[in-house]
């Protein structure tokens, strides 16, 4: 059973920067074989995917994240990251780390696709 784990929320004002990491450990086969992806909850709404990145490091994001969202990995470490700038209160949300053990193309933002995921960290911005 892979374990994913966050790390990186907070509270910080509109406008402002996080960067999100997620580790994973306990994976059978090579960490880099998973496409990795980050997703994101609000109060009341629907989990939704902001960004993924596949085996060989493509990326697809959100319309609503794009240009102030960027994730990357580092497969030695074993360490997705999800950078996030210029933040704005409707980014507040809890976000979470997730792993496939299949690329989920086309649908890479879904979280249906996704095998196992972490317990999130928590971001919110104040206006």
């Known amino acids: 059973q892979v374990q994913l784990e966050e790390s990186g929320g907070g509270s910080v004002q509109s406008g402002g920067s996080l960067r999100l990491s997620c580790v994973a450990s306990n994976y059978r086969a090579f960490y880099s074989t998973y496409s990795m992806a980050w997703f994101r909850q609000g109060s009341g709404t629907e989990r939704e995917g902001v960004a993924a990145i596949a085996t060989d490091g493509s990326t697809s994001y959100d319309d609503s994240v794009k240009g102030r969202f960027t994730i990357s990995r580092d497969n030695n470490k074993r360490t997705v990251y999800l950078q996030i700038n210029s933040l704005k209160p409707e980014d507040t949300a809890m976000y979470y780390c997730?792993?496939?053990?299949?690329?989920?193309?086309?649908?890479?933002?879904?979280?249906?696709?996704?095998?196992?995921w972490g317990q999130g960290t928590q971001v919110t911005v104040s206006s």
């Open positions: 997730a792993a496939a053990r299949r690329d989920p193309v086309p649908m890479r933002l879904n979280p249906a696709q996704y095998n196992y």
